[in-house]
């Protein structure tokens, strides 16, 4: 992507969240080129410095007005690049897919759906679960339902279609790649009991066929050495876009994107695919436990 060309995405689909990221990219490349600071800017928009800020990170959305006075501000007079720009900010405010189950997301999680639909590659850890983006419908409902699937609310019927609804990823034409690395012990946790486990190892068999998920099995015994719990990094075909590790805890969840951290969780996903069994590998171990159950 080029500073005069915000429109370019190349072949994937940009959605609102990663767009707007990359909109506040170039709208912080224009600002330092025109030699402003992020005070001036917000003086122009009736704002703060802090405003320009967040604009600049994706952190808010963007308001046309806003945008239309800031592109006036940093001299770009261009009638045909202007409104380029703009009809991508427009597009940033469109709601995503997921918008109509943001009652059941708290904002935290609705920016990494965003952001996972923008990805170029998923490498994602998981030391319980089989990975969302892997589960079948049975499964997921056990984890929402907390293992009383049979007592299922209508909410719960909600987030298991949120999750069935992410996977789509996985078969369009412009897929990423996903990367997984799981625990043995997530093989033997009978989350949902046996049928609901041997179902869902079935459909780990068939999806791993798939030239663009690739899944490997920690053993035992090098279990919780290179990692201590579950994260995923994010990576995007777009400059605009940072890589992003992704953390979730109780309260929330972490955004990484500082190069140290960048390259920390990249060393301990390295050593996990190390420790891990090959692929082909744990496909024979996904075969053997789905054997005997």
């Known amino acids: 992507m080029t500073t005069d060309d915000p429109s370019r995405s190349g072949d994937r689909d940009t959605g609102p969240t990663a767009l ?3 909109l506040g990219a170039q709208l912080r490349r224009l600002r330092e080129a025109a030699g402003l600071s992020r005070a001036e800017a917000g ?4 704002g703060s410095d802090s405003k320009i800020s967040r604009l600049e990170l ?3 959305g963007l308001k046309v007005r806003d945008v239309t006075d800031l592109l006036t501000m940093y001299g770009m007079t261009d009638e045909d690049a202007r409104e380029k720009f703009l009809a991508m900010v427009r597009r940033s405010n469109e709601p995503g ?8 997301m708290p904002d935290w999680f609705q920016d990494y759906v965003g952001l996972e639909e923008a990805a170029a590659r998923i490498l994602t850890y998981e030391t319980q679960f089989v990975p969302g983006l892997l589960q079948t419908e049975d499964y997921a409902r056990a984890i929402a339902s907390h293992g009383r699937a049979e007592l299922a609310t209508a909410e719960v019927e909600r987030r298991v279609k949120l999750r069935m609804d992410r996977q789509k ?6 897929a990423p790649r996903l990367w997984a690395v799981i625990d043995e012990s997530v093989l033997h946790r009978p989350i949902g009991g ?4 041997r179902e869902q190892l079935d459909h780990l068999l068939e999806v791993t066929e798939q030239p663009q998920v690739t899944l490997q099995v920690v053993p035992y015994e090098l279990s919780g050495y290179a990692a201590e719990g579950p994260f995923s990094v994010l990576r995007f075909g777009e400059p605009d876009l940072p890589d992003i590790v992704y953390v979730e805890h109780l309260a929330g969840a972490l955004y990484l994107d500082k190069r140290e951290e960048l390259e920390m ?8 695919t190390v420790d891990a069994e090959t692929p082909d590998r744990s496909r024979q171990l996904l075969a053997k436990r789905r054997a005997e159950l």
């Open 169 to 174: 990823i996985l078969w369009r034409p412009t």
């Open 194 to 197: 046996r049928r609901v486990l």
């Open 265 to 272: 969780y990249g060393r301990v996903f390295d050593r996990l």
């Open 58 to 60: 994706g952190r808010v």
């Open 43 to 46: 003086y122009q928009i009736r």
């Open 97 to 104: 897919w997921w918008h109509r189950y943001s009652d059941l």
């Open 20 to 22: 707007r990221i990359v």
